[in-house]
């Protein structure tokens, strides 16, 4: 690593300056636009001025985020009007591309093919690259830089520091872009094709949430026209976990990304009751949509009477078994039940016009619907085709138990039926103590009904953790599009958790995916991962136990306290030494306990955050429920007793894994106390 004085790095910072420079000229162009002469409509003129404002925010020169990390040195010129010459070419490598006044790139935007070789290029396979070099940066000041010579035989190969410290930075604020340390195995993921489904297992510290979001980005500016039109979102698992990750992709200058959980998608009903833990599962198993289509169609009816149709003075007669053949014949075609519906008033008009024309008359168009708008069509329609309310079909179905033994025969037990019906109906649907796994059903039933929009590209992430309804109502929004999953399945916590990736993809509608596994870590300390990994056996047998490239000697801490009554105050302890260290730190704890630590924090004078607020230099604590760790990560971890960790969960499985979360979110240092004995998985 070169010292701050040298010249060559006040070339660089000479550099970046004038990037900053550049960047500013950029916006400032953009801004100095004038749209009031532009011609259109006021629809063309307002569509202009957001892209405009949109090009604004993108342009935005973010104090503490570098314009380029890196920089490329070409054996060969890329450029055709440098390529005759033979000599090699210079690109600065960064989060979005800047150019000068005459257009010439001052830095490259790290999704260009031109930056591929930043993340793939090595000794053995150089890509024409001679030289890498990586750049060091303090509070947005470049301070340092190191070189890599792929070409030079006598250099030989050792860490980045550089690389290193990138990784190791404090983590306050919200998550931040992994641009700059982006490994090989991760840049495949990010730059597969658009065209094909990814999933990624990835073990605690792998980066699979910061390569989705990657992925999302590199897409955006691969496809960008296509999926400005057909849209992107990520999925994540609670509110915090987005709050947490909502600040990555616009540091990569995308704004356009929508962000939502699967019970936000699925807000059809207000979710007002919990189900236990039997019900929800059952209501998420993948055999309710048999049941829901058939609750769909249980109101078709073959008609036994013909549908006399009067126009002017003549009376036109659609005979009861034509109506029955156009009645089976919708049936039997894979159309939604709202579209078979709208398409049954025309089928019987047309049969009217061909019996006008076999009169002698000759009706057009406009005859056929005005036929298909006739009252006695209409009441023919609603007879035996009638409206369905996706919410009270769902409604009829959890509280008429008659009703749900005939659409759910031959599908569920009667057990399994007893289980999911309500024992306290609400009186209407607006009253009804709707669950989160009933607002899936109901979305189901929705899309029966009319095709739910499909987008151009959805990132799944904590997908473990969906049941199979879920993965479903998940997969309606990218029937046309294609998806990226992200998870662990060693981290899955609930009941209904997915046994494979295989099953998952089946349900999503995605059997055909790729499945990729990252198992190198590059967060979590390899003593803490280790240990974490001793539960692996337990929670998932055909797992492989990650790795880290972080060997920090001490980062783990294990604290038996004799007496539980000293326990609250040894944590709080323990709270105070972890925020003497640069960094965030948090307090994880089961969930029934965190009312005691936050009484607990505030009279020790310790303020603390709830999980998803961002931290901050004067907060840097963050009380964290057991049940909403996952995705997160802190400098420094306070695990509070295993135990009730453990034991806060339906089973001991889903108790272990949950375990196993709290476990893996520390970056450099776990502290676990306990009173009560560990898991047996852990001692020793």
């Known amino acids: 690593m070169h010292a701050p004085t040298t010249d060559p790095l006040q070339r660089e910072r000479d550099h970046l300056a004038s990037s900053r420079a550049a960047l500013t000229a950029m916006r400032e162009d953009v801004e100095s636009l004038d749209l009031r002469d532009v011609t259109g409509t006021w629809v063309s003129a307002a569509v202009l001025q957001r892209q405009v404002t949109d090009r604004i925010a993108a ?41 000068d006044a005459a257009g010439d790139p ?31 940066y303090t509070g947005g000041e470049l301070t340092a830089y190191e070189d890599e010579h792929l070409t030079d035989p006598a250099e030989t190969d050792s860490a980045s520091a550089l690389l290193a410290a990138e990784i190791e930075k404090p983590r306050v604020g919200p998550m931040r872009d992994i641009v700059a340390t982006i490994q090989p195995e991760q840049d495949e993921i990010v730059r597969a094709e658009i065209g094909g489904t990814v999933c990624v297992q990835g073990a605690p510290g792998t980066g699979k949430t910061a390569v989705g979001l990657h992925r999302v980005a590199y897409l955006l500016y691969a496809h960008r026209e296509r999926l400005a039109r057909t849209g992107t979102l990520v999925i994540g698992p609670n509110s915090s976990f987005l709050s947490y990750i909502e600040q990555v992709l616009p540091a990569l200058g995308e704004l356009d990304v929508a962000q939502a959980t699967v019970q936000q998608l699925v807000a059809h009903v207000e979710v007002r009751s919990e189900d236990p833990s039997e019900a929800a599962r059952i209501k998420g198993d993948a055999r309710m949509a048999e049941v829901l289509s058939r609750a769909v169609r249980s109101g078709i009816t073959l008609p036994t009477e013909p549908c006399v149709v009067v126009r002017g003075s003549r009376r036109w007669r659609v005979p009861a078994h034509e109506l029955v053949e156009i009645i089976e014949e919708l049936k039997g075609r894979d159309i939604r039940y709202g579209a078979a519906r709208e398409a049954l008033p025309q089928r019987i008009a047309h049969s009217v016009l061909l019996k006008m024309e076999q009169g002698g008359e000759a009706p057009d168009d406009r005859v056929q619907d005005a036929v298909a708008r006739n009252p006695q069509v209409k009441a023919t329609v609603k007879e035996c085709w009638p409206p369905v309310d996706p919410a009270k079909l769902v409604h009829r179905l959890l509280t008429d138990a008659d009703f749900l033994a005939e659409c759910a025969d031959g599908v569920l037990s009667s057990e399994e039926q007893a289980v999911i019906c309500w024992a306290k109906p609400g009186r209407s649907v607006r009253t009804a103590p709707w669950t989160a796994a009933d607002a899936v059903l109901v979305d189901e039933a929705t899309d029966l009904v009319q095709r739910t929009s499909s987008l151009g590209h959805v990132v799944l992430d904590e997908a473990q953790d969906l049941s199979p309804m879920q993965y479903r109502a998940v997969g309606r929004r990218c029937t046309t599009g294609s998806a990226t999953v992200l998870g662990d399945l060693a981290q899955g916590t609930t009941p209904w958790a997915t046994a494979s990736w295989q099953d998952a993809l089946l349900h999503l509608g995605k059997p055909g995916a790729h499945i990729e596994e990252l198992t190198k870590g590059f967060r979590v300390p390899e003593e803490v991962i280790a240990y974490a990994s001793r539960l692996l056996p337990a929670i998932a047998p055909g797992l492989a136990p990650a790795t880290s490239i972080r060997d920090l000697p001490g980062s783990l801490t294990i604290s038996h306290v004799p007496s539980p009554d000293d326990l609250v105050e040894s944590l709080v302890e323990a709270c105070r030494k972890a925020l003497t260290y640069e960094g965030s730190t948090g307090l994880i704890a089961a969930d029934a306990r965190i009312p005691l630590f936050a009484e607990a924090l505030t009279e020790a004078g310790l303020p603390f955050l709830a999980p998803g607020t961002e931290t901050s230099a004067e907060a840097r604590l963050t009380l964290v429920p057991a049940s909403l760790a996952k995705g997160l990560e802190y400098d420094y971890v306070v695990l509070d007793e295993p135990a009730a960790v453990v034991a806060g969960e339906p089973d001991e499985r889903t108790g272990l894994r949950r375990l196993y979360v709290s476990l893996t979110r520390a970056v450099s240092g776990l502290h676990l106390l306990h009173s009560e004995p560990l898991p047996e998985a852990l001692r020793g």
């Open 59 to 99: 342009l935005a020169d973010l104090a503490h985020t570098p314009l380029f990390f890196g920089r490329l040195d070409y054996l060969h010129a890329i450029s055709e009007d440098l390529a005759e010459g033979g000599s090699g070419e210079q690109f600065y490598i960064g989060r979005r591309h800047v150019h």
């Open 106 to 136: 001052m830095v490259i935007d790290w999704r260009a093919p031109v930056s591929q070789p930043f993340y793939r290029a090595t000794r053995t396979d150089p890509l024409d690259v001679e030289r890498r070099r990586r750049f060091g």
